[in-house]
């Protein structure tokens, strides 16, 4: 039906094994390198929409341009471009930073309720993904991170290093707790505030914090703890992905969701050429 596209990796998750009859949203990890998810992250997270509850409650959200507040329109079909809010639970995912390493090495695969109109997502959809623990509210008594992945000004150490170099003495670091131009809350401070004590392995290293590794589902990552505890959060949106597709999970018996791959036929009849990929799997 449709060329190849990018798939999500149907290994075990935080969240479990992909259920029979199941439609997952996707976003895909791409065979010839893409963007590094970094790209995607949103730095500072962002806060959700006042009134907003996406907690077990995927939604459609029309996406408007955030300066005029007019609806923003497909170049190529001129229809309204809609994205899907989706919600990270904690009880799978404690941190948000579990799902970011989670869907770098597999991607993003987010089970969506059948009922939805799945004829609106074309090709320019956006999956954006909240979590309950995105946003470090209390992040102005912590250091920054030592590194920003995305080099933003007056987020990081490195930052404030290189710009107040020559009013450090040699070995000495700038507490920028106190500066009013700091910009945040940098996301990557989350990988600097996981605890050591859940760690699965720790090696300790002189003179430096410890490397720890961290299990979520089949994926295992490393990071590297302050010590620095986080006193205070708020949910917030962590990933802005793009929508590369539909799983429709099979049944024993072969068949699928009757009424999900109906939408999904729609919105390729409608859609055209934007039309939103979907594929049948057993896993």
């Given amino acids: 039906m449709f060329e190849a596209f990018p798939k999500a990796v149907p290994e075990p998750r935080g969240c479990g094994d992909r259920e029979e009859g199941g439609v997952y949203a996707e976003s895909g990890l791409?065979?010839?390198?893409?963007?590094?998810?970094?790209?995607?992250?949103?730095?500072?997270?962002?806060?959700?929409?006042?009134?907003?509850?996406?907690?077990?409650?995927?939604?459609?959200?029309?996406?408007?341009?955030?300066?005029?507040?007019?609806?923003?329109?497909?170049?190529?079909?001129?229809?309204?471009?809609?994205?899907?809010?989706?919600?990270?639970?904690?009880?799978?995912?404690?941190?948000?930073v579990d799902y970011i390493e989670e869907t770098r090495r597999l991607g993003a695969s987010r089970r969506l309720n059948p009922q939805m109109d799945l004829s609106k997502f074309t090709c320019a959809s956006r999956m954006l993904l909240a979590h309950p623990r995105a946003i470090i509210a209390s992040w102005r008594d912590l250091l920054p991170p030592r590194s920003c992945r995305k080099h933003l000004p007056y987020h990081d150490q490195v930052f404030y290093e290189r710009v107040y170099s020559d009013q450090l003495e040699v070995g000495e670091t700038l507490d920028a707790t106190h500066d009013d131009e700091r910009v945040g809350p940098c996301i990557f401070k989350l990988w600097e505030v996981l605890s050591k004590d859940e760690a699965i392995e720790t090696f300790e290293r002189e003179g430096d914090h410890p490397l720890c590794l961290r299990q979520i589902g089949s994926t295992i990552y490393e990071y590297t703890p302050t010590g620095e505890q986080a006193t205070q959060w708020e949910a917030g949106f962590i990933l802005g992905l793009p929508l590369t597709g539909i799983a429709l999970i099979q049944y024993q018996d072969g068949s699928v969701n009757p009424r999900a791959k109906d939408k999904l036929l729609h919105g390729m009849e409608q859609n055209g050429e934007m039309a939103l990929p979907f594929y049948e799997t057993d896993r």
Avoid: C, M
């Fill in 30 to 96: 791409s065979a010839s390198g893409g963007s590094p998810l970094e790209h995607f992250l949103f730095d500072p997270p962002l806060p959700l929409p006042d009134g907003v509850d996406l907690v077990n409650k995927p939604q459609l959200w029309q996406r408007v341009d955030p300066v005029s507040g007019e609806p923003v329109l497909d170049p190529v079909t001129d229809a309204p471009v809609y994205d899907l809010l989706i919600w990270i639970g904690a009880e799978h995912y404690p941190e948000a």
